[in-house]
């Protein structure tokens, strides 16, 4: 039987992505992080990014904290905050290929898991980033693939395509199998 398109992205996020992290890619992949970290701290000031911080139900001993509150919310709800921060000023993480921003969504997933206990026991620092480019590889490729027909017809490959690469992302940090 002939590999599905699901099977052969999930064996892909579980097996191959870490493989393909040269150096290089490594390197790439941190600075995107960065930038995107850059960007979600800015973000976060934006009128915009408060009244829908304003708008979460707090949780007492919730997963995910606000950089700019200290307030905790659920998993979800973190992850929102921080996609949605850090998409206010990406102006320069832009990927033709996909037409659409790829590092906002898979890390703000990748945060909000983290903080939310998601991550593999013992996942360390180059875990998160090989999970970060794996993600964003998905989101990316999944975006060619699609050509940019997705965009004419009105879809924003960040958010559509970035549920994917997002929850690639969270697989492969959550050390899931196929």
Not at 83 to 103: E, K, Q, W
Not at 121 to 147: C, H, K, N, P, S
């Amino acid at each position: 039987m002939a590999e599905t398109l699901s099977q052969r992205i999930a064996r892909f996020v579980v097996r191959e992505a870490g493989e393909l992290m040269t150096p290089p890619a490594r390197h790439q992949a941190m600075r995107a992080i960065l930038d995107t970290l850059a960007v979600t701290v800015a973000g976060g000031a934006d009128g915009a990014v408060r009244r829908a911080e304003a708008s979460l139900d707090e949780m007492p001993a919730g997963a995910c904290r606000s950089p700019w509150t200290g307030k905790r919310y659920a998993m979800p709800d973190g992850a929102l905050l921080y996609g949605m921060a850090s998409h206010m000023y990406d102006y320069d993480d832009v990927s033709m290929l996909a037409v659409c921003h790829p590092s906002a969504p898979v890390l703000s997933a990748l945060l909000a898991a983290q903080a939310g206990g998601l991550a593999a026991q013992g996942a360390g620092g180059a875990e998160f980033v090989t999970a970060f480019a794996a993600g964003t590889e998905v989101l990316i490729r999944l975006g060619q693939a699609m050509g940019f027909r997705h965009y004419e017809l009105g879809f924003h490959a960040t958010s559509t395509l970035g549920a994917v690469g997002a929850a690639a992302a969270v697989a492969r940090l959550a050390r899931l199998d196929e």
